[in-house]
């Protein structure tokens, strides 16, 4: 009976996904992946980019690629001009605001 019991334990725990950990997120407070997932959509789709641009896809948490490590440093600058955009009661800005769907902003030439 104990087997029985056991075995059917097992079987029903198998059926249940386990809750994966959010790893390596150093700039963006998420704690649910669909929450993570969706606010990724909205960067790739502002910069006009696929996940590998950033990401090594067989295992997002590495760190290998220098365009996550630039586009981290994007996200905390967007973090801080959107605090001080709040204090001053203005809309918020994200990665579409100098980007365009391009995966580097596109600047005027500079007149002399």
Known sequence: MKKIIFILFLSVSFGF?????LKNLKVLSYT????????MKVVSKDLG???NFCHVTSDYSIDKKDNKKVARQMMTMTMSANKIMNDLNFHEISCWVCHRGNNHPEYSSKKK
């Not at 649910?32 to 606010?39: A, E, H, P, T």
């Open 32 to 39: 649910k992946k669909s929450d993570l997932v969706k606010y």
């Open 17 to 21: 996904p386990q809750k994966k950990e």
């Open 49 to 51: 980019v696929k996940c």
